[in-house]
């Protein structure tokens, strides 16, 4: 059984331009979660996606989008990157959408936007 | 609202001595409690959870936590620290608030560091 993973590692992008980061879910996990995690700080919770619908969405403006697919894998989408989107984004994944469900964490893709 | 305050943004210990690191919580209605530790270049593993049975529950590499409601805490510990626990700790809540979701609250973290 594999994990959850996560596709590039590290992106280097410009201001203003746009990036998609990539997940797949561990087999048999219908929900994938998205966070974003600042140098030092804990994770914080962009959205989350239960059988490729958005299912609740955190404290982040629209430029921030997602998409699930059949297969259960995700994409994140960030237009217009700013300095302050540098960071570590991770992608959860779970079997099934409850609040005591484990979330399995990928290794996280690590964002420097200049 | 839920949220998450972790004490002690860098502890550290001697190896073989405890660890203990804190948390509290807030959260309006039960919650779910949940460690992950977090190694450099790394995502996060699950230590341990809390979801309502046991109030201490036992997790990897020899760390518990013990569910205290009076206290509102979910403290972490290990008997006897070893190299291999240096690594940043994180402390989550979720809950059920009606709608389907398991959305994780995350505190800030704790640095352990163990010296020789």
């Known amino acids: 059984e594999t994990g959850v993973t996560q596709s590039p590692t590290h992106l280097i992008k410009t201001r203003g331009q746009q990036v998609t980061l990539r997940c797949s879910s561990q087999s048999g996990h219908n929900t994938v979660s998205w966070y974003q995690q600042a140098l030092g700080q804990g994770p914080q919770f962009i959205f989350q996606?239960?059988?490729?619908?958005?299912?609740g969405r955190g404290n982040f403006p629209p430029r921030f989008s997602g998409l699930q697919f059949p297969n259960y894998s995700s994409e994140l989408n960030v237009n217009a990157l700013e300095l302050d989107d540098s960071a570590l984004y991770l992608c959860a994944s779970s079997h099934r959408l409850a609040a005591k469900e484990t979330q399995y964490f990928g290794p996280g893709t690590r964002l420097l936007v200049l | 609202a839920q949220s998450v305050t972790q004490l002690g943004s860098h502890v550290s210990v001697s190896e073989g001595a405890l660890v203990l690191l804190r948390c509290n919580y807030s959260?309006?209605?039960?919650?779910?409690l949940f460690w992950y530790v977090q190694y450099p270049n790394q995502g996060l593993q699950l230590l341990l959870k809390?979801?309502?049975?046991?109030?201490l529950v036992k997790g990897i590499n020899g760390f518990e936590a013990e569910f205290k409601k009076s206290e509102t805490s979910f403290h972490l510990t290990k008997p006897s620290a070893h190299m291999s626990d240096a690594a940043e700790y994180f402390c989550a809540v979720s809950a059920d608030y009606g709608g389907a979701t398991n959305k994780l609250i995350f505190g800030t973290g704790t640095l352990l560091a163990v010296q020789p």
């Open positions: 959260s309006s209605v039960p919650p779910y």
């Open positions: 809390y979801t309502s049975a046991a109030t």
């Open positions: 996606y239960y059988r490729e619908e958005e299912n």
